[in-house]
């Protein structure tokens, strides 16, 4: 799918588009995720990242979609935080 340092555009509810830089693409419990930072301009310092899992369309097309579950999202977030940690 993505390489990390990659710029995605994606477009949210309201049809705006953002740009985000791949920084990471994390495999955990048999998924990936891609760890997003945003790229526009004023949010250059902003250190939250947004986290997406990979999945496919009904096509086999990869998509990011929103994690959901909080539970996942946690897992997701806290492995994340342990490797740039180390």
Same mark, same amino acid.
């Given at each position: 799918?993505? $390489?990390?340092?990659?710029?995605?555009? =994606?477009?949210?509810?309201?049809?705006?588009?953002?740009?985000?830089?791949? /920084?990471? /693409? /994390?495999? =955990?419990?048999?998924?990936?995720?891609? /760890? =997003?930072?945003?790229?526009?301009?004023?949010q250059e310092d902003q250190e939250e990242a947004i986290i997406l899992r990979i999945d496919s369309d009904d096509d086999g097309n990869e998509i990011l979609v929103d994690i959901e579950d909080d539970e996942e999202?946690? $897992?997701v977030a806290d492995t994340w935080a342990s490797m740039i940690e180390e």
């Open positions: 799918m993505t $390489k990390e340092d990659e710029v995605l555009t =994606l477009t949210d509810e309201e049809g705006h588009e953002h740009e985000f830089s791949v /920084i990471d /693409i /994390i495999e =955990l419990d048999g998924s990936e995720y891609a /760890i =997003l930072l945003p790229m526009e301009e004023g999202w946690e $897992k």
